[in-house]
């Protein structure tokens, strides 16, 4: 039985867009010269852009049957797009290429080759190796921030990668499926993510090519990524024991120390007592990490109107158990020990972990 056709594809082309309808056909057209002589086909993921990319790739695909379309809706994320569309593809090997324009698609039969004669695993387009003036499409903000962030990646990969976050590059797709329930589908970092996923290294390839400038639109990068992106870095270095939402819990929660503080002294001024005071601040505390933890730890999964007030009441409640708990503990230690630090250090630890987990279950 043979069910092959005249010309299996080889190769899926997956590209994430948001707002590249102009982007998109220079593309498909650069990539088809680029690709001559070799069966691909190309998946675009699109989360449904306001600038209707995603009609104009169905149109274009309604003549070219190596063109289609994951038309997403109510979801964003790049790293979501990128494993949506290797999971939709089933040729042997998959490349992921951005739509505007900055990588250099005329390097994919040399990405391909190094993956076909099997001298890698992975092929990783990279900014920073070779020749230099290859960063030029980058601003120099995005500079200091990328080498920071290639600098921790490189920490927890324990590969000498140039460039662990490139947004370009080719991969066998069994070795992304193999790891597919652990993608997180948040951010940008979703190479990063592939390589610390692996249980066995690969061996990886780094080609230069020069970051090119955006063709039309804008980066879609914005601050809230790069703190995703650095709580993925702590995930990964601690095993997933740390997950990005519990790392931001606990950031939330250091916060309102400073604010229980902040209060404490301002009320210490006027006529009110120590006891007083304390209340007030912890008080103030509790309710700016709740609103802060909604907006931003849960943002996901924001409560609004009465689920607010109800979500609110219940945070209160669970977290004045954590504190019981936490002087509990701490007293259990204190007991036998002595040590007051360590005593604190348990209780304090006990309580976070406590706030965290039952919030997690009650509140969102
Ligand atoms: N489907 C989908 N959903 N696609 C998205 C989304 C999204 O929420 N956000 C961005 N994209 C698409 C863009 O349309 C573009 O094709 C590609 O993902 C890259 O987005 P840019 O907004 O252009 O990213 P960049 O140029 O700032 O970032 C580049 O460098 C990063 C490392 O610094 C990219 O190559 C990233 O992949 C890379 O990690
Ligand atoms: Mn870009």
Known sequence: MDFKAPSSPVLTVVVPTFNERENILPLIE?????LAGIAWQMIVVDDDSPDGTAGLVKSIAESDPRISCIHRMGQRGLAGAVVDGIMASATPLVAVVD?????DESLLPKMLTALRNDTA????????LGDQDLERGLSAFRKAGSGFANWLAQQVIKAKLSDPVSGFFAIRRELVEAVLPRLSRNGFKILFDIISSQKQPLRIIEIPYRFRERVTGESKLDERIIIEYIGLIIAKATGDLVSPRALMFGIVGASGLVVHLTVLRLLLGGHVTFAVAQTFAAVTAMTTNFLINNAVTYRDRRLRGMKLLRGYLRFCALCGVGLLGNIFVADLVYSPTHNWWLAGAAGAGFGAIWNYVSTSFAVW
């Open 99 to 103: 739509a505007d324009g900055q990588h």
């Open 30 to 34: 650069r990539i088809a010269t680029a």
């Open 121 to 128: 695993d992975l092929v990783v387009g990279s900014r920073y």
